[in-house]
């Protein structure tokens, strides 16, 4: 069974520019999570898509975004990019709405660098 | 709120001896709690998790865990560590509502020869 995969694995931006990332979850799985790690803060949940709908959202500003398809697949989108949001962005999939079982299975993530 | 401690940001540990790895929580309900292990360059792994039952619960590579409703806690152990064990760790809780998925801060573990 395919893991959660992320594309892709590494990526440098500028100041200013837009990013997309992309997250296919394990088949199956219709809940994706998207996970914001620094090392200065730690894991910072970002949002929740269950069945294409946003369940969850973090204390991000506008400029993260997210949308999920109908084949449970996930795209975050960060616009007008800043120095700060240089980190590694994972996605985790788990079967339902976190509520089951509350497992999360976490992709490699996408490691952004932003000059 | 639910909220995540671990105490000890590092802890460094011989190979062969214990590794305890510390992880306090604050939940008004009772909680589902995880740990999982993250390896460099690599996304997070669930060591084990306890939803209800047995307090003591087992996980891959021989690390264990214990739910203390009594001390809010939920310390990570394992009796003899090994190079590989070397990674982060992070602890994490739900509520039993899937609402809030919480992470703590992480603690990295080193394993010195």
């Known amino acids: 069974k395919a893991g959660v995969t992320q594309t892709p694995r590494y990526l440098i931006k500028t100041r200013g520019q837009q990013v997309t990332l992309s997250c296919s979850p394990i088949s199956g799985h219709r809940s994706v999570s998207w996970y914001q790690q620094t090392p200065g803060q730690g894991l910072q949940f970002l949002f929740e898509y269950f069945s294409e709908t946003q369940r969850n959202k973090g204390n991000f500003p506008g400029r993260f975004s997210g949308r999920q398809f109908s084949n449970s697949r996930s795209e975050m989108n960060v616009s007008t990019l800043e120095l700060g949001d240089s980190a590694l962005y994972l996605c985790?999939?788990?079967?339902?709405?976190?509520?089951?079982?509350?497992?999360?299975?976490f992709g490699e993530g996408s490691r952004l660098t932003v000059l | 709120a639910q909220s995540v401690t671990q105490l000890g940001s590092h802890v460094s540990v011989s190979e062969g001896a214990l590794v305890l790895l510390r992880c306090n929580y604050s939940?008004?309900?009772?909680?589902?709690l995880f740990w999982y292990v993250q390896y460099p360059n690599q996304g997070l792994q669930l060591l084990l998790k306890y939803t209800t039952g047995a307090t003591l619960v087992k996980g891959i590579n021989g690390f264990e865990a214990e739910f203390k409703k009594s001390e809010t806690s939920f310390h990570l152990t394992k009796p003899s560590a090994h190079m590989s064990d070397a990674a982060e760790y992070f602890c994490a809780v739900m509520d039993n509502y899937g609402q809030n998925f919480v992470f703590g801060p992480g603690t990295r573990l080193s394993v010195l020869p």
């Open positions: 939940s008004s309900v009772p909680p589902y």
């Open positions: 985790a999939s788990s079967l339902e709405v976190r509520g089951n079982t509350g497992e999360l299975f």
